[in-house]
């Protein structure tokens, strides 16, 4: 995983709006590799603190770290059962909103 790589997905993580939630692969399809999901993953493990990592999560809203949790919801994210509650509705597209 190269820096321009990961420095790409930093960028576009730090455009999601505080109350919304990006998956990795909607990250990865942004920033021109759409099966890198999994690298996008890595790369969030080793972001900088200036990128809100809480707000990537997987596909349909599921979070993988549940640390992460008690941050989503300090901003208004409704969980259960570590899946986001109305998904759909607070899904960020970096395609379609930037």
């Not at 990592?53 to 596909?59: C, I, N, Y």
């Not at 409704?78 to 899904?91: G, H, T, V, Y």
Request: glycine share 8%.
């Amino acid at each position: 995983m190269d820096a321009y790589f990961k420095e790409s997905v930093y960028q576009i993580s730090r455009s999601i709006p505080k109350g919304r939630v990006s998956t990795y692969g909607a990250i990865a399809k942004a920033v021109g590799y759409p099966n890198l999901s999994r690298q996008v993953g890595m790369a969030m493990g080793l972001c900088p603190k200036d990128v809100p990592a809480h707000r990537v999560v997987a596909a349909c809203g599921v979070l993988r770290v549940a640390e992460f949790q008690e941050k989503l919801e300090a901003e208004g994210i409704e969980i259960k059962n570590m899946r986001i509650q109305n998904f759909k509705n607070l899904f960020w597209d970096p395609l379609s909103e930037l």
